[in-house]
């Protein structure tokens, strides 16, 4: 591993088994004798003048002790002056980045025995950081909820966690009810203060759900299955509480129109304050109820999916509205366009009987109103198939620049999906045609400095129409000399994301590019490692993944890893993260 490194600070509490209020902590226990170490500052920032001062205490042992110290960097001796005449403080000059290992063995004079305090202290670099968190999920044959944790990474220092024990836990039993009557529900339990360590169960037919959390108070959103009964958020929950209760909630009623035509048949939900509404179907006249609990000055949510043949977009819209007051969503005038009998063609051959996603977005395609007023956004995302002369059947379209992603081959287990993604302008009218253009080749290599990363992995994620039109991700694996080849699909745009399995060089993403760079530096690497063990249990913990995410990010990106892995058989895992100076 390179000499670059990470340092990490836990800020939450709860972590004393890792990160004590005056620095790392360090402890031997034979069942009598205890000694722990602690230190200050914490962090410790290197430098010419940093002192680090590192104290003792100890239980369990009569008369007076002898101190025997021992400060070690990278297997080094480094140089230490007592701080108390007693012997029972140290100080020394972390004078550059890395880890110190700092022991102290204990003698007492009536002659017990005590085990060997130990203390790690990681000095850092006074530099670029990284808000991030760490997430460890364990797998589930091993009796732990998983957990979420805001870190800082700090540039150029490799950080060694040590042990890194998940809470046992408790198991919470108990059922969701609506009055007397137990439901069924989907459930999702929210510790307080560790808002992505949610824990996902089901209560069964009966209402009975049993899961474990942490032993600490949780939000628990409950969606029942049964109608009638609105979803909602039940705050500050302790597990062992044994009823969720649920009701019908509050009705919230509005229309769904446009100009003064009513849309019948249009599916409409709402969320409020994170919390669904249940899901209803427009009437002729283009009313709906739903049911929910309104949460005064909360976000909400509006989603509206016409049916198919209507041409309209999704309707999407979110603002602080009044749900007491009638809900109003409200298309503005568009312009469809119909796409029946219009070709398409890869070159001049027709593609017959081929899936066709037509998809885009429409800027400020009505308003929701309800005390307030929201501006909507429209997706279009209307999947059909061309007939077995290879032109398109009777739809509607709104007039403005799509796209049309036509998937001219699924793919299998040997060859990947050949997909195409052509422009469909409907600004002015219908075109003659819709082009399939065929896949376009690329050719590209990852390395580090100056040697190419054989094994390198390479993810092409879509984004823009290919992710409205729900491709997948293409998956590439480096050959011996970090070279990767293959077919992207032409007019489509994807994030680019390389990682190393070897973490040699720390993971690469450039979002949203429609071509690929014939050659990718991955950037250096700081490292995150430790050892997972449970509350009570010296097992280690195998097979758990181990993510760091992004603490600052919002939408889909808080919960795509910047880099990740799994504990092996002893437990230990070791994550190569970015080093924030290099970004």
């Known amino acids: ?43 410790v920032i290197a430098g010419p003048d940093a002192e680090v001062r590192v ?32 012997h029972s403080e140290i100080t020394f000059l972390a004078t550059e980045p890395g880890t110190f290992n700092v022991t102290l063995d204990l003698t007492p004079s ?11 202290v990681n000095a850092l670099l006074d530099a670029n950081t990284l808000a991030a968190r760490l997430h460890v999920t364990p797998p589930a044959t091993v009796q732990a909820p998983l957990i979420d944790r805001a870190i800082q990474i700090h540039n150029a220092t490799d950080f060694d966690m040590g042990a890194v024990v998940l809470e046992a836990g408790v198991v919470s039993t108990g059922v969701v009810r609506n009055g007397a009557t137990g439901i069924p529900a989907y459930l999702q339990f929210i510790p307080l203060g560790m808002s992505g360590a949610i824990v996902e169960t089901f209560a069964n037919a009966s209402g009975a759900y049993s899961v474990r959390l942490l032993d600490q108070p949780h939000d628990v959103i409950v969606i029942p299955a049964v109608a009638g009964v609105a979803p909602r958020k039940l705050l500050n929950m302790a597990p062992t509480q044994t009823v969720l209760a649920v009701n019908g909630g509050s009705t919230i009623s509005g229309t769904v129109h446009q100009g003064g035509t009513a849309i019948a048949n249009a599916k409409v939900q709402l969320t409020i304050d994170g919390v669904p509404t249940t899901l209803t179907t427009t009437a002729a006249n283009g009313t709906f109820s739903v049911l929910g609990v309104p949460v005064s000055g909360a976000s909400v949510k509006v989603e509206v999916t016409p049916p ?26 568009l312009q469809l366009r119909n796409l029946g009998g219009v070709p398409v063609r890869r070159g001049g051959a027709a593609q017959l009987t081929k899936k066709v996603v037509i998809v885009g977005t429409v800027a400020n395609v009505g308003t929701v109103t309800a005390g307030s007023s929201a501006i909507a956004t429209g997706f279009v995302r209307i999947p059909t198939t061309t007939d077995g002369t290879g032109v398109l059947p009777l739809l509607f379209a709104p007039a ?27 600004t002015a009218g219908v075109p003659a045609q819709i082009d399939a253009p065929a896949m376009t080749p690329f050719s590209t290599t990852a390395s580090g400095p100056t040697d190419p990363l054989d ?10 129409a290919l992710a409205l039109a729900g491709a997948s991700s293409r ?13 992207l699909p032409t007019g489509g745009a994807f994030d680019v994301r390389w990682s190393d ?14 071509s690929v760079l014939g050659s990718y530096l991955l950037p250096p690497a700081v490292f995150v490692s430790g050892d997972l063990t449970v509350t009570g249990s010296s097992n280690p913990v195998v097979g758990a993944s181990v993510q760091i995410l992004c603490s600052t990010c919002s939408g889909l990106d808080r919960n795509r890893p910047i880099a990740e892995v799994a504990s092996d058989q002893h437990g230990t895992f070791t994550v190569a993260v970015p080093d924030p100076g290099a970004l």
């Open 1 to 43: 591993m390179k000499a670059h490194a990470i340092a990490i600070s836990i800020l939450l509490a709860g972590l004393a088994s890792l990160v004590g209020c005056a620095g790392s902590l360090g402890a031997g226990d034979d069942g009598g004798c205890q000694v722990t170490l602690s230190y200050t500052p914490s962090p």
């Open 55 to 86: 104290s003792s205490t100890y239980s369990g042992a009569g008369g007076t002790p002898s101190y025997a110290w021992r400060v070690l960097k990278g297997g080094l001796p480094v140089a230490f002056q007592d701080a108390q005449s007693d």
């Open 110 to 120: 009536l002659g017990e025995f005590c085990p060997q305090g130990q203390a790690t």
């Open 308 to 333: 198919a043949a209507s041409g309209l977009p999704r309707l999407e819209a979110t603002g602080t509205l009044d749900v007491a007051a009638t809900v109003d969503i409200a298309y503005g005038t």
């Open 400 to 426: 403005g620049p799509l796209f049309a992603v036509t998937t001219v081959f699924a793919g299998d287990q040997v060859t990947p999906a050949d997909l195409a993604v052509g422009s469909l302008d409907l």
């Open 455 to 464: 094994g390198a992995t390479l993810d092409l994620v879509p984004t823009r």
């Open 475 to 487: 998956h590439f694996i480096a050959d011996a000399s970090g070279h990767v080849t293959g077919l």
């Open 501 to 514: 399995p070897a973490s040699r060089r720390a993971p690469r993403v450039e979002t949203d590019v429609t």
